[in-house]
């Protein structure tokens, strides 16, 4: 029987197509550049079948985009999960946490930065100021966060600002 009636019997049968191409390679397939009566029957086979079917062997290629267009990069968003993964390792260098745990820890960050942001403006609107300095930051922490940590808070963001200080000149 030719390859071609082999391969229809093997799709009737609908046995896997690395079968079917097992079949064509021990007929022979290109040789030396040249197109083999088997491949160019594989190819008929394909065509029959209605279905594109993946050479074995080919790696497949990453799809283009449509008309030429440039694909986009994905938009950065930014995440407090390197740093919060920092400061638990300082303080519990035994302890994990989990990817929900680190999704709640940075909403808690997002929602203390909006909340610490707008209230340093209405700082700047009530002195009638342009500038955001360190100054209405440390007035923000302290009308929003209660005592102790207020002040833990306070005196890390000091010595922040001194460390930046003292490295850029």
Not at 4 to 18: D, E, G, N
Not at 32 to 41: M, N
Not at 65 to 80: L, N, Q, T, W
Request: glycine residues 6%; charged residues 30%.
């Amino acid at each position: 029987r030719s390859v071609v009636a082999q391969a229809s019997v093997l799709l009737s049968k609908s046995l896997p197509v690395v079968r079917l191409e097992r079949l064509v390679l021990q007929q022979g397939t290109k040789m030396a550049g040249k197109t083999t009566d088997a491949a160019l029957d594989m190819k008929k086979v394909r065509k029959e079948k209605g279905k594109k079917v993946p050479k074995v062997g080919k790696a497949t290629k990453r799809p283009k985009a449509p008309d030429g267009e440039k694909r986009r990069k994905k938009k950065h968003v930014f995440s407090y999960n390197s740093y919060i993964w920092k400061v638990l390792k300082q303080v519990h260098p035994d302890c994990g946490i989990s990817k929900r745990g680190m999704n709640i820890m940075n909403s808690f960050m997002n929602d203390i930065f909006d909340r610490m942001a707008s209230e340093s403006v209405k700082l700047l609107r009530n002195t009638s100021r342009r500038t955001l300095s360190g100054r209405e930051i440390q007035t923000a922490v302290r009308l929003l966060l209660p005592g102790e940590l207020a002040r833990h808070a306070v005196s890390e963001g000091t010595k922040a600002v001194n460390k930046y200080c003292e490295n850029t000149g």
